[in-house]
Nanobody
Framework: VQLVESGGGSVQAGGSLRLSCAAS????????MGWFRQAPGKEREAVAS?????????YYADSVKGRFTISHDNADNTLYLQMLSLKPEDTAMYYC???????????????????WGQGTQVTVS
């Protein structure tokens, strides 16, 4: 199972980016997936998550509500994070995460996920 993020980069404040997470060996229609981020000197925090197996319930950190949108395309087995109105405080390494185990878990808890990508850097100036 492998998750590969892409789409990061450097943008000015107010700009936008779309992150992608391509999954191999894992079906996005299974359980839960999410985006987390870690800024230098800070702990990793949840950004957004969703149950991809049906219903498509989404969850967001308060800091990104109204600006970020998580979505998925099961046909391409890809998870997305559309980021609008970016702020300097959004600067971080962004990680894609997936849960391959059954059960209902806190969707924004790091401990809920057992598969992680390598991250993609987002820098907002």
């Amino acid at each position: 199972v492998q998750l590969v993020e892409s789409g990061g980069g450097s943008v000015q404040a107010g700009g936008s980016l779309r992150l992608s997470c391509a999954a191999s060996g894992y079906s996005l229609s299974s359980y839960c997936m999410g985006w987390f981020r870690q800024a230098p000197g800070k702990e990793r925090e949840a950004v957004a998550s969703m149950y991809t197996g049906g219903g498509d319930s989404t969850y967001y950190a308060d800091s990104v509500k109204g600006r970020f949108t998580i979505s998925h395309d099961n046909a391409d087995n890809t998870l997305y994070l559309q980021m609008l109105s970016l702020k300097p405080e959004d600067t971080a390494m962004y990680y894609c995460a997936a849960r391959s185990l059954p059960g209902v878990v806190p969707p924004l808890a790091e401990s809920s996920y057992n598969i992680w990508g390598q991250g993609t850097q987002v820098t907002v100036s």
